[in-house]
């Protein structure tokens, strides 16, 4: 493994794991003093920041890393174009907020200000995911961490301080703009690096052929993730929606690590070697590995923990979304292999390839929704977990031709740490029904697990385990 490859994923894992941390800590404690209900209009506000997000960042991003010889010019005319484009998305989301309030009706209390207060950050999502291009172009991953870790820390002491004063959802929303005004002008002193007053229409054309199919594909994705959401505040009550985020934010914080730091790293690196087909396939092929061996146990564990690490962490009166956390953990075990496949094939520069296969699933997803939203909460969540497992065929299938790795190989490949993961949760799960304090069920359930799943690597001798030990040995030496 490129050390290079292996250093930066580690800067780009530090990052997300910090980030996520801290805001799940946050959350928590909000959540303690909060009711579920209180966090209906939040889960819907994010979902409409979310869709704007994408829109701003999902294809031109992408075709500045993805391009081989992208310069300063590029750079620039592409950030002039997304800070106009995210401007005039802003004041589409303002003028909006009432009627998007009216939809969902009075049950979520003011909606309307905050869909306008919180979408004033999607001018700074446009420039941030300039920066984040040029980072990731440039593979300094390390400048992101410390960046991040600065906005991440101070928006926290904001969430904290205002959630103790009794600013309710308010306080989500400082956390949120804080944390993304303090990220992005910290990034700017690290990487002394501005956009010039250029913008070139040839080198957009050039650009907005890769970056449209991409950004096409990526509302899809969005509008597909968050459409769930809609239709839960819609047909549903804030509660039913409040448990529906909350059992989905738990795992999600665990794979949105291990996601976006692979997809982060991987894809720039792919970029870089998009000639060489050996090099992309041994790159994807030890991603999905590794991310196989690394997600598996997380997720079957957090199945396996989700009722005491509810009880202890949010209180009882969350209990209603332990059933959505081991749904959702089954939702997201596969999506590291989903990001190793979809990477390489943006790499080679078949963004047209990854438009169809998105196409293709969301429309299968859309009719399945369609037919399950009226029965459940729970069908919803459960339809997804489905259709996410076969979609590993789909998202697999063009890697077949394009780098000759094909299906049955990749199950191979991460065939092993699920069934070590699986057997590791079976023996831990039982820990939950003791008649012992929760915290005490645990932490007897995470020591376990962590025991047993090692020491079934070493049985096996699994290599990814092998080649993990030796890189903390080498890292503790030095």
């Given at each position: 493994m490129?050390?290079?490859?292996v250093?930066?994923?580690s800067?780009k ?5 910090l980030?996520?941390l801290i805001?799940?800590?946050v959350?928590?404690i909000?959540?303690r003093?909060?009711?579920?209900s209180d966090?209906g209009?939040?889960?819907?506000v994010?979902?409409?920041t979310?869709?704007a ?6 294809g031109f991003n992408s075709?500045?890393i993805?391009k ?5 010019v ?16 802003y004041?589409?989301l303002?003028?909006t ?5 009216s939809?969902?009706?009075s049950?979520?209390?003011q909606?309307?200000s905050?869909l ?9 999502y446009?420039?941030?995911?300039i920066?984040?291009a040029?980072?990731?172009r440039h593979?300094l991953f ?9 906005g ?9 301080i205002?959630?103790y004063q009794g600013?309710g959802?308010?306080?989500l ?8 005004i303090?990220t ?11 956009p010039k007053?250029i913008?070139s229409y040839?080198q957009f054309k050039?650009?907005?052929k890769?970056g ?5 594909a990526t509302?899809?994705i969005?509008?597909?993730q ?6 839960i505040?819609?047909?549903?009550t804030?509660?039913?929606?409040a448990?529906?985020?909350?059992g989905?934010?738990f795992p999600?914080?665990i794979?949105n690590?291990v996601n976006?730091s692979i ?14 087909t050996?090099?992309?396939?041994q ?6 590995r590794f991310s ?11 199945i396996?923990c989700?009722?005491p690490l509810?009880?202890?962490?949010l ?9 959505f956390?081991r749904?959702f953990c089954?939702?997201?075990?596969f999506?590291?292999?989903h990001t190793a496949n ?5 790499a ?8 169809t296969?998105?196409v ?18 729970k069908a ?9 497992t076969?979609?590993t ?7 077949k031709?394009?780098?000759?790795y094909s299906?049955?190989e990749?199950v191979?490949?991460i065939?092993p ?6 057997v590791?949760a079976?023996l831990v799960y039982p820990i939950?029904l ?9 932490c007897i ?5 962590v025991?047993?799943?090692?020491l ?7 290599k990814?385990y092998?080649e993990?030990?030796t890189r903390?040995v080498a890292?503790?030496?030095?």
């Open positions: 490129s050390n290079n490859l250093s930066n994923l800067w894992f530090a990052e997300r794991f980030v996520q805001t799940l800590v959350s928590i909000i959540a003093i909060l009711s579920p966090f209009p939040i889960v819907l994010l979902s409409v979310n869709l997000y994408a829109i701003v960042d999902g075709a500045l993805q081989k010889d992208a310069d300063i590029d750079f620039s005319t592409i950030f002039h174009f997304t800070i106009w484009f995210s401007i005039v998305l004041g589409i303002y003028f907020a009432p009627y998007i309030h939809f969902f009706g049950q979520f209390s909606l309307t905050i306008r207060v919180i979408g004033l950050i999607i001018p700074l446009g420039i941030n995911s920066q984040q040029y980072v990731a593979m390390n400048k992101l961490f410390y960046a991040t870790a600065i991440t820390i101070i928006s926290a002491a904001v969430g904290l205002m959630a600013f959802v308010w306080a929303v400082a956390q949120i703009m804080s944390s993304t303090v992005t002008i910290a990034l700017f002193a690290f990487v002394h690096k501005l007053w913008f040839s050039q650009l907005f890769y449209s199919r991409i950004l096409g509302l899809l969005n509008i597909y968050e459409l769930r959401t809609f239709i505040g819609k047909l549903y804030p509660n039913d929606l448990y529906f985020d909350r989905k934010q999600f914080v794979v690590n976006t997809g982060a790293v991987l894809f720039p690196k792919l970029s870089q070697s998009q000639d060489d050996s090099v992309l396939r790159t994807t092929r030890m991603s999905i196989a061996y690394i997600m598996a146990p997380m997720m079957f564990g957090l396996a989700a009722d509810v009880r202890l962490l209180t009882d009166k969350w209990v209603f979304c332990i059933p956390i749904i089954i939702v997201y075990m999506q590291p292999i979809m990477q390489a094939i943006k080679i520069g078949r963004s047209d390839v990854f438009l296969l998105e293709i699933k969301k429309t299968l997803e859309l009719v399945s929704l369609v037919c399950v939203m009226w029965i459940s909460v919803i969540v459960w339809n997804m977990a489905i259709l996410t076969l979609f065929f789909v998202n697999a299938y063009p890697n031709k394009f780098l000759n299906y049955l990749q191979k490949d065939l740490p699920i069934l070590l993961a699986a590791m079976g939950s003791l008649s012992i304090h929760t915290i005490w069920i645990l359930q995470v020591v376990l697990g025991v047993v799943y090692i079934f690597s070493i049985l096996t001798q699994n990814e092998e993990l030990k903390a890292l503790i030496k030095k």
